[in-house]
């Protein structure tokens, strides 16, 4: 199991664009039209699926949100972080 961060821990580890609410760190990202999005949210999946750590993930027409916590451990923890840094270096690519 991993530790959950501290609020501090939480607040500088965050990547940029993202926030926290509450147990969760949620970054919305937003696109031209809805398959761009699809595209998007399906290689944040692959992502989810090489991590073994799966987002929520709501598809709208323009825009991708997505939410990250550690379930078992009830909060954010480092898989939480290091998950959205690798979203965020495959956005970017």
Same mark, same amino acid.
């Given at each position: 199991?991993a530790?959950?961060?501290?609020d501090?821990e939480i607040?500088t580890?965050? !990547?940029?664009?993202?926030? =926290? ?5 949620? &970054?919305t990202y937003e696109f ?5 999005g699809?595209?998007f949210a399906?290689m944040?999946?692959e992502i989810?699926?090489?991590q073994?750590?799966? !987002?929520?993930?709501?598809? =709208? ?5 997505i &939410?990250?916590t550690?379930h078992?451990e009830g909060?954010?923890?480092d898989?939480d972080?290091?998950m ?10």
């Amino acid at each position: 199991m991993a530790d959950l961060l501290s609020d501090d821990e939480i607040e500088t580890q965050l !990547p940029d664009d993202w926030t =926290r609410e509450g147990d969760e760190i949620v &970054r919305t990202y937003e696109f031209d039209d809805y398959l761009r999005g699809v595209n998007f949210a399906q290689m944040v999946g692959e992502i989810a699926e090489a991590q073994f750590h799966h !987002p929520e993930i709501v598809i =709208r027409y323009a825009e991708v949100e997505i &939410r990250l916590t550690s379930h078992e451990e009830g909060g954010i923890t480092d898989a939480d972080i290091e998950m959205a840094g690798l979203i965020e270096s495959e956005r970017d690519a």
